[in-house]
């Protein structure tokens, strides 16, 4: 199954599901797709979703997932990517009115400089970068959490 998920901000990602509407109708998208798509105002035609889900059902389908398409949303990209699921992100453009600024470009591309991701551009084909996905090396993702913590607790403790 193929993941879609656009988290609950206020901006729309059309442009994504469209997309996604037009390859399983030309069939270069042939695995079931379920799609989470916010407040987007474009209706799925050929594959599942639904505006909003609970995290229980969220972590089911990430978990279940074989392929994750999203925004870049961190919360997302770290819970995807601590799952060792292949992750494509396709950022939201200011210029489509899909958010105040292009932040999510700078989310992409940081991540998929890493190899944690795949970040899908505005001109790149993103349904080659399906295809890229189930074969890339994606790099595993090691969180810093303890080390910056470790850092901020010796710190508070010299300044005792």
């Keep these: 199954m193929i993941f879609v998920t656009l988290g609950t901000q206020k901006f729309q990602l059309n442009r994504l599901l469209k997309l996604i509407d037009e390859y399983i109708e030309k069939g270069i998208i042939k695995d079931e797709v379920f799609a989470q798509i916010g ?38 990209i770290i ?29 992409a591309e940081a991540f998929a400089k890493k190899r944690y991701v795949l970040a899908c551009k505005e001109n790149d084909n993103l349904s080659e970068l399906i295809e890229k996905a189930y074969s890339y090396r994606f790099e595993k993702y090691v969180s810093q959490k303890e080390k910056i913590i470790k850092i901020v607790n010796d710190f508070l403790k010299s300044q005792q």
Aim: aromatic fraction near 10%; glycine fraction near 4%.
């Design 39 to 76: 407040n987007s105002d474009y209706i799925p035609v050929n594959y599942n979703y639904k505006q909003f889900i609970d995290k229980e059902e969220f972590d089911r389908c990430i978990k279940d997932a074989g392929l994750i398409i999203t925004h870049s949303g961190v919360g997302t």
């Design 79 to 107: 819970t995807a990517i601590n799952l060792n699921k292949p992750v494509i992100v396709y950022p939201r453009l200011a210029k489509y009115k899909e958010h105040v600024d292009d932040h999510q470009i700078e989310i």
